[in-house]
């Protein structure tokens, strides 16, 4: 019993499932290129997708250094006063030794007299060396004129990150060619009536209301749409929630002219389906008598 229950249960999912694949959208024509096909739209380039904008460099900030603290000079008169207090000094503690007075007496006044030699001599590389002018070390600001940039005549200094590469600008589509369009074409009026028909198409399609198809079609397309209509077993629904057309192109032969349009747009598989992009070319075909207005003469699916 309850691998019966499990073999009827597998049936009815997999009846399910292929019920539900049969409902996915399906436009008018089931969504293949099918009766007159354009050599024009044919050799179209395929668009690129757009790519993004480079980021512009953005210039490093330059490395922070806190200053180094100014050495501090040594004092002279610092020197001068050591020296003295040195030289006092020396005479107490030769005194001290037991060393007799004139002997000790002679002794720092000797030590004295070098003290303020030395004194004297570092007075006098200070003044000299204040007398002489700075070089400025190679490296750190030196040789300013040699490195200096030359005056540019009429021009403004170039700002900073000047020299960086500049953001390259997005890459504009170029817009398509019409060809064969006569210029007193009315082509609003003209994508006007052929979006109407085209969503009156589909209703008619979804509904297998072949009557309908009849008058929109070429006995061509409208054999291959009723065949299709006949092979399915649900019936398709194909929402269209919104939609645009271009025309492409007006070609011309001896006995008829063929209108290229491209449909783009979104479309509901199902009631509560997410909408979905479709686009597509219809070729429309009228005779250059006037004898019919234009008729579907071939769908024709983009690369």
């Known amino acids: ?40 739209v044919s050799r179209m380039p395929a668009q690129p997708a757009p790519q993004p904008a480079p980021r512009q460099a953005q210039p490093a900030p330059a490395p922070t250094t806190p200053p180094a603290a100014a050495p501090q000079k040594p004092s002279m008169w610092k020197g001068i006063l050591g020296g003295a207090l040195l030289g006092l000094g020396l005479g107490a503690l030769f005194s001290h030794l037991g060393i007799g007075g004139a002997l000790a007496s002679a002794l720092g006044s000797i030590l004295m007299i070098a003290l303020l030699a030395g004194v004297a001599f570092f007075i006098f590389r200070l003044i000299r060396g204040k007398s002489q002018p700075k070089v400025q070390p190679a490296g750190f600001g030196g040789n300013q004129n040699v490195y200096a940039m030359p005056q540019q005549t009429g021009s403004a200094t170039p700002e900073i990150g000047s020299h960086l590469q500049p953001a390259a600008a997005p890459v504009q589509q170029p817009a398509h060619t019409q060809w064969g369009v006569p210029g007193d074409f009315d082509q609003a009026s003209f994508l006007r009536v052929a979006k109407s028909n085209f969503i009156r198409l589909q209703a008619a399609w979804d ?23 006949s092979e399915r077993t649900v019936a398709d629904y194909t929402d269209v929630v919104n939609i645009d057309a271009e025309l492409l192109g007006i070609e011309t032969t001896d006995t008829e002219y063929l209108a290229s349009v491209k449909f783009t747009g979104m479309i509901k598989p199902a009631p509560d389906a997410l909408a979905e992009p479709f686009h597509e070319v219809w070729n429309l075909v009228k005779p250059v008598n006037g004898s019919s207005g234009w008729l579907l003469g071939g769908i024709q699916q983009l690369a």
């Open 1 to 40: 019993m309850n691998l019966k229950k499990i073999l009827i249960g597998a049936v009815i999912a997999v009846s399910a499932m292929s019920m539900l694949a049969e409902a996915t959208a399906r436009p008018a024509g089931g969504g293949r290129s099918i009766g007159r096909q354009s050599q024009n």
């Open 207 to 229: 509904k297998g209301d072949v009557a309908d198809i009849r008058e929109f079609t070429t006995p061509e397309v409208f054999a291959e749409m009723k065949m299709q209509i």
